[in-house]
C-alpha cells in the first residue's frame, strides 16, 4: 500500500474516535513526508533535533512538528522558534530550558510530559513521584511560556499485550488523577499520547487520544544522519 493509501486508511480510522495520528517521520525523505502531506497528514514527529531542523526548513510551513524523541537541553534553542509540541519532557530543567528558549521567541510552547511506564531501564521520563513534585512545585508555576497539555509514556517493547495494557491502564490512570488533581479548570490539559504503529490498538482501549505511527505510515525505516549547522562537533 502506498503511503497515501495509509493515510487515507487511518485517518477513516481515528478521526472519528477523536485519536490525533502523529506521522513519525524519522529518517524519511522530504519526498515521501510530502507524500504524506498531500494526502492531508500535517502533523509529523520527529526523533532527533538535527533531521527535525534539517527538514522544517525544507518542507511546508503550514506542517506542525512534534519533537518526539529524547530532549537535552543544549538542543532546545533549535527548535523553540517553530516546533508545535515537545512531548518528551523529562524534568524540570528541560521544561525551564523551553520556556526560556520560547520567551526570546515571544511564543508559548506546548509540552508533554514523559512518564515512565515500561519495564526497561533504557526508557526516559518521570516516576509517579517524580511527576507530582514537578507539579507541586513553585518552580514549575513561574514557567509563562509553556503550557503542559498533558502526558506520554512508551511501553514496554515486547509481545506480550497483557504488560502493555496493563502499563497502558497505568498511565492513563494517572493521566486522570493529575487532571483532576491539577488542571481541572484547563482544557488545554488534554492530550493523552500512547501507542505505536506495534501497539496503536491497545493504546486507544485503554484510552489514547494521540497515537505515534512511522512503519504503519511509511513503511520500513532507513537510518540516516544530520548534523546541526553549529553543533558539528554533536552526535545525530
Known sequence: MSIATNIESLQAE????????????????????????????????????????????????????????????????????????????????????????????????????????????????????????????????ELQNIRICGLMGIATNTENQKVIKEEFYELKMLFDGVKASYFRKEDFFSILSMGMSSDYHLAIEKGSNMVRLGSTVFGKRVVKHYKLKDDNNTKS
Open 14 to 141: 481515528l478521526k472519528p474516535i477523536g485519536v490525533t495520528l502523529i506521522a513519525v517521520s524519522k529518517t524519511k525523505s522530504n519526498e515521501e513526508i510530502m507524500e504524506a502531506y498531500q494526502a492531508g497528514q500535517r502533523i509529523f514527529g520527529e526523533n532527533q533535533v538535527q533531521e527535525l531542523v534539517e527538514k522544517q526548513e525544507h518542507l511546508p510551513k503550514d506542517i506542525a512538528w512534534h519533537l518526539i524523541g529524547h530532549l537535552q537541553t543544549n538542543k532546545v534553542k533549535y527548535i523553540a522558534e517553530f516546533v508545535t509540541m515537545i512531548h518528551s519532557v523529562d524534568s524540570l530543567k528541560v521544561l525551564q530550558e523551553i520556556n526560556k528558549r520560547a520567551k526570546q521567541h515571544d511564543r508559548i510552547i506546548d509540552c508533554l510530559l514523559q512518564v515512565h511506564i515500561a519495564d526497561e531501564e533504557a526508557k526516559f521520563g518521570f516516576d509517579h513521584a517524580e511527576l507530582i513534585e514537578l507539579l507541586r512545585s513553585e518552580e514549575l508555576v
